[in-house]
């Protein structure tokens, strides 16, 4: 009893720091802290201790799995925003339009068509973001810098499906401020094509990814504690490093 409490004020605790740490990132780069939102990723958290954060002020949950989302999104309802951040098939869009408010992880035409087709079924367009590859790497979603002009053209084509920005899970870095290129890449990207909104930022780089524009950043781990089940194919990181 006695650690489950601990644990779950340190949840009050973490994400109070993040916020501070968000907001003095913003103060730097002579941004306001409130124009960033916090999308705490709480893919593998028990629906109890999301309930604690939600209770100390999170609006915006992260969430990288439709099965997961659908049975939290009924425990907790929606007093706040759940947003998918991971990979979607194509067979899941129908569901995944129903449980989120934003997808962050558009990674590829054939999945944004079969977005457009449901989203006009349902007569409500959905918002996304497109998922760049910054560096092109091999293991990782989304469009390589130099095929995103033509990829956002073909979407602005699909008028049930909203661009409202760009997302990116840059490489895995020893220190934070190894990121900041590849967060200044994605919003001179974003700056290009006028969109509003930039997803980019993790727990270990999250205050860097707010010097260079951040829109939103998905933190899970610093507001969270460590993920259970840190199973490759589950963690954007450990995924994105595969190159050992
Ligand atoms: C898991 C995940 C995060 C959060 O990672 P942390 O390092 O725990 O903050 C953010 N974005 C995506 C796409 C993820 O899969």
């Given at each position: 009893?006695?650690?489950?409490e601990?644990?779950?004020?340190?949840?009050?605790?973490?994400?109070?720091?993040?916020?501070?740490?968000?907001?003095?990132?913003?103060?730097?780069?002579?941004?306001?802290?409130?124009?960033?939102?916090?999308?705490?990723?709480s893919?593998?958290?028990?629906?109890?201790?999301?309930?604690?954060?939600?209770?100390?002020g999170?609006?915006?949950?992260?969430?990288?799995?439709?099965?997961?989302?659908?049975?939290?999104?009924?425990?907790?309802?929606?007093?706040?925003?759940?947003h998918?951040?991971?990979?979607?098939?194509?067979?899941?869009?129908r569901?995944?339009?129903?449980?989120?408010?934003?997808?962050?992880?558009?990674?590829?035409?054939?999945?944004?068509?079969?977005?457009?087709?449901?989203?006009?079924?349902?007569?409500?367009?959905?918002?996304?973001?497109?998922?760049?590859?910054v560096?092109?790497?091999?293991?990782?979603?989304?469009?390589?810098?130099?095929?995103?002009?033509?990829?956002?053209?073909?979407?602005?084509?699909?008028?049930?499906?909203r661009?409202?920005?760009?997302?990116?899970?840059?490489?895995?870095?020893?220190?934070?401020?190894d990121?900041?290129?590849w967060?200044?890449?994605?919003?001179?990207l974003?700056?290009?094509?006028?969109?509003?909104?930039?997803?980019m930022?993790?727990?270990?780089?999250?205050?860097?990814?707010v010097?260079?524009?951040?829109?939103?950043?998905?933190?899970?781990?610093?507001?969270?504690?460590?993920?259970?089940?840190?199973?490759?194919?589950?963690?954007?990181?450990?995924?994105?490093?595969?190159?050992?």
């Open positions: 009893m006695r650690v489950l601990s644990r779950m004020q340190a949840i009050g605790a973490n994400l109070e720091r993040v916020r501070e740490r968000i907001t003095h990132a913003a103060e730097r780069a002579g941004r306001r802290g409130d124009d960033i939102l916090l999308v705490g990723v893919k593998s958290v028990e629906v109890e201790r999301i309930r604690v954060a939600v209770a100390a999170l609006r915006a949950l992260g969430e990288n799995r439709v099965q997961e989302a659908r049975h939290k999104i009924a425990e907790l309802g929606r007093p706040v925003a759940w998918l951040v991971g990979h979607l098939q194509t067979n899941k869009v569901d995944a339009l129903e449980l989120f408010d934003l997808i962050h992880s558009l990674d590829r035409l054939e999945l944004a068509r079969e977005c457009d087709r449901r989203a006009r079924l349902r007569g409500r367009p959905v918002d996304v973001l497109a998922q760049v590859n560096a092109g790497e091999e293991t990782k979603g989304g469009w390589r810098p130099e095929a995103l002009d033509a990829a956002l053209e073909t979407l602005a084509a699909l008028d049930h499906v661009v409202r920005g760009l997302m990116a899970i840059p490489p895995a870095v020893e220190r934070p401020e990121a900041r290129p967060f200044q890449a994605l919003r001179k974003a700056e290009r094509h006028g969109l509003a909104e930039l997803s930022g993790m727990s270990a780089d999250f205050e860097v990814a010097e260079e524009g951040a829109t939103m950043v998905r933190v899970g781990t610093a507001i969270f504690g460590p993920r259970p089940t840190q199973a490759p194919r589950e963690d954007a990181r450990a995924s994105g490093a595969r190159d050992g």
